[in-house]
């Protein structure tokens, strides 16, 4: 009697212990496993430039700008759909960061002879963290070109410094046979230049009573050969000492430029035309890329 009692009661215990481990299975199966997604990094920006460059290929980059504007970085529209996000890291060319949703950088071409093509481009990395420190990385590539290249006249050289004040003595030797004075002013190197329009300004002075007729400016490249060309006739300026020359033109292609030449047109018995460079009158050569 004692006997069947203890295997009865043994079967109704393993029959619960078998019912209960399907109720905790089918609980497990049908309880999902909540598992954090991560955040979504998103990048935009402000201050670049809504139409690019013909010759700037946007295949590789994102957006372009130009060099010595503030370029506004946001994250704001990125997002995590499981919580929130935690913090923002942006990490720059030169390996510095900052921990901002939204920030401002200026970007710089510190030599612009290395360009041998533009525009010159810097990547930026965004990484977020979600509240669970689940990371996400976005990147993005801003080309960015110069506003204008300005080359300032001193002795026979172009020089992106403005040199102290002083001037050139250019001889106009009466007569026709050697009525024409000619002055090269040249790069340490030549320089890759994109299509832009370009303007000289020259601050001269000549002999009070010596006329000076014409003045004519020949862009040169690496060989020598002419990149563009650009002359100006002036009035017979007689009594006046002191006067400015401007004149302009435009390049159509990428280019080596190396060096300018000018060609004073005129006559003097005694004194030397005076080419100014440095200070308040600093003679001087821009390539303007805004065009």
């Not at 481009?121 to 990371?135: A, R």
């Not at 004040?165 to 009466?174: C, E, I, M, R, V």
Request: hydrophobic share 35%; with cysteine; aromatic share 8%.
């Amino acid at each position: 009697m004692n006997k069947r009692l203890t295997i009865g009661t043994l079967c109704v215990l393993i029959l619960v212990a078998l019912l209960s481990g399907c109720t905790m299975e089918q609980e497990a199966t049908t309880t999902p496993s909540i598992q954090n997604r991560p955040p979504t990094a998103v990048i935009s920006t402000s201050g670049t430039l809504p139409s690019p460059p013909d010759y700037v290929d946007m295949a590789a980059i994102d957006a372009v700008a130009y060099a010595g504007d503030h370029i506004t970085f946001d994250a704001s529209t990125s997002s995590d759909s499981d919580g929130h996000i935690s913090s923002y890291l942006w990490i720059w060319e030169d390996n510095t960061d900052t921990q901002e949703k939204t920030t401002h950088r200026v970007f710089t071409i510190n030599n612009i002879y290395e360009l041998q093509g533009l525009p010159l481009i810097y990547s930026i990395v965004l990484q977020i963290e979600d509240d669970h420190g689940l990371p996400s990385l976005a990147e993005y590539r801003i080309g960015i070109i110069p506003k204008t290249h300005t080359f300032y006249l001193h002795d026979d050289s172009l020089q992106l410094q403005q040199p102290p004040a002083g001037k050139d003595f250019l001889s106009l030797t009466l007569g026709t046979l050697r009525s024409i004075q000619t002055v090269t002013y040249r790069l340490d190197e030549p320089l890759w230049i994109q299509p832009c329009k370009w303007n000289i300004t020259l601050f001269v002075e000549k002999p009070r009573y010596s006329p000076l007729t014409t003045v004519s400016v020949i862009l040169l490249d690496n060989e020598g050969s002419e990149l563009d060309y650009a002359e100006q006739q002036l009035p017979t300026l007689l009594g006046q000492k002191r006067t400015t020359i401007c004149l302009a033109g435009t390049i159509n292609s990428k280019t080596q430029f190396s060096s300018v030449q000018l060609q004073f047109k005129g006559f003097s018995l005694r004194e030397c035309l005076s080419l100014f460079y440095g200070g308040e009158q600093a003679s001087h050569l821009t390539f303007d890329f805004m065009m």
